[in-house]
């Protein structure tokens, strides 16, 4: 497992923008699948985006497909989440996960490492 500390979260009005980062403890990062998730009050953790070992591939859930971009730099041991053109249904705790399989994961299971997750409140 990895060390997984988020920060980047914070109040924005709709229509804005914020770049959330999950830094990584370990000489494992390069070797790990990393994906976001969020969860808002009352619903399920739902996926957003993951991305592959080498960063070159992707995967977006369809609700954030065009504003948001998921990116890593393995020498910092960080992976970002850019969100562009914010919307209010946006609002939840986001959080990073690290999965050892190879495969660019939508689903919870196959990811055994989380951080404690940062808040992203976006108002109308």
């Known amino acids: 497992q990895v060390q997984l500390v988020e920060s980047g979260g914070g109040l924005v009005q709709a229509g804005g923008s914020l770049r959330l980062s999950c830094a990584a403890s370990g000489r494992t990062f390069s070797t790990r699948v990393m994906g976001w998730f969020r969860q808002a009050p009352g619903k399920e953790r739902e996926f957003v985006a993951a991305?592959?070992?080498?960063?070159?591939?992707?995967s977006y859930a369809d609700s954030v497909k065009g504003r948001f971009t998921v990116s890593r730099d393995n020498a910092k041991n960080t992976v970002y989440l850019q969100m562009n053109s914010l919307k209010p249904e946006d609002t939840a705790v986001y959080y990073c996960?690290?999965?050892?399989?190879?495969?660019?994961?939508?689903?919870?299971?196959?990811?055994?490492?989380w951080g404690p997750g940062t808040q992203v409140t976006v108002s109308s």
């Open positions: 996960a690290a999965s050892p399989i190879g495969v660019v994961a939508t689903v919870r299971g196959v990811y055994d490492s």
């Open positions: 991305i592959s070992r080498s960063g070159g591939r992707t």
